[in-house]
């Protein structure tokens, strides 16, 4: 399972192809990549209000500042590798 921040710039369908291709031939070739998407968190530098990013809108919705840290959703984390028991 890999967790994918919203911010991470990450394409999981070029992940999903680029996988699928170097899988070809391998003990990979049945495995799957299971995706975790975590919220996106934001901290406003100027109210101090921690908040979850909305896409549309990025602004502090207390103090409408656009003066925000990323807290969450720049990851990329290996959380678990799952083997097979089929004996490949």
Excluded: W
């Excluded at 992940?15 to 406003?44: H, N, R, W």
């Amino acid at each position: 399972m890999l967790e994918i921040g919203q911010f991470s710039g990450v394409n999981t369908g070029a992940m999903d192809f680029a996988f699928s291709v170097i899988g070809k031939g391998t003990i990979l070739e049945d495995a799957e990549i299971i995706y975790q998407s975590p919220p996106l968190m934001l901290y406003c530098n100027n109210c101090e209000n921690e908040y979850l990013g909305d896409f549309e809108d990025l602004r502090c919705p207390v103090c409408m500042g656009t003066d925000f840290e990323i807290i969450h959703g720049r990851e990329m984390v290996v959380k678990s590798i799952i083997g097979g028991s089929n004996g490949r």
